[in-house]
């Protein structure tokens, strides 16, 4: 069936400081979105990349979509505290949105 | 954006007995809707595709007579965990598609004694 693997499980990282999470599909996807769960909460969607090797940014996160549409990567400068929270990568085949593991990302003030 | 209403938040039931867990798109019409299941610190696992007017698919390995989903319009999906037992115990979360977005409900807690 269709994965998506995420790497890294858990990031902590010090105010100020960059962060980075990876996803790859072993298939080509339609798509891929990102979202974001604080502890407790839901899922909130972030982005979606739709197109070979799209770059978004939203302030300081920007996002990659590979040339191959198998990867995608969510890219944060200069980490805040309110920047804690579980990212999500999901990815589309079809109408199924299937979730990458998650990066837990913690940051020290 | 939209908004996916779900409820119970949380929900604490006897072994055996049946839960059931609404989820509504409060202010857009949803087709389709999906059901997530979410072990602490794992990941949304997805349960179901629920299909307004017609039968859900299930994803391998989901028990389909345990997990009763149930789409009979367009703005509400339910599903009912049949006889519960501890295992059960998790977090569900329900998700509507409005154009290219997915808006997911609150979640609800369900904990199985």
């Known amino acids: 069936g269709q994965q998506v693997m995420q790497i890294p499980q858990y990031q902590h990282v010090q105010e100020g400081e960059d962060f980075t999470t990876y996803c790859n599909s072993s298939?080509?996807?339609?798509?891929i979105q990102w979202y974001k769960q604080r502890p407790g909460g839901h899922p909130v969607f972030l982005i979606q990349l739709v197109k070979s090797g799209e770059v978004k940014k939203q302030k300081r996160l920007t996002f990659q979509f590979g040339e191959a549409k198998k990867n995608s990567s969510l890219h944060i400068t200069a980490t805040q505290t309110t920047d804690v929270g579980t990212y999500f990568c999901?990815?589309?085949?079809?109408?199924?949105?299937?979730f990458g593991a998650g990066t837990i990302l913690r940051v020290k003030s | 954006g939209a908004v996916v209403s779900q409820h119970p938040s949380w929900v604490i039931c006897k072994s055996g007995t049946s839960v059931k867990i609404e989820c509504r798109s409060l202010d857009f019409q949803a087709t389709t809707m999906f059901w997530y299941r979410q072990f602490p610190k794992q990941s949304l696992m997805l349960m179901a595709t629920?299909?307004?007017?017609?039968?859900?698919?299930?994803e391998q390995g989901v028990e389909k007579d345990k997990f009763l989903i149930n789409h009979a319009s367009l703005t509400l999906s339910t599903l009912t965990v049949t006889s519960a037992h501890p295992e059960d115990s998790s977090f569900y979360i329900c998700s509507a598609r409005q154009a290219t977005e997915a808006f997911f409900g609150q979640g609800t807690r369900l904990t199985v004694v």
């Open positions: 298939t080509t996807l339609s798509n």
């Open positions: 629920s299909n307004e007017g017609s039968k859900a698919t299930y």
């Open positions: 999901a990815g589309q085949w079809g109408n199924k949105l299937v």
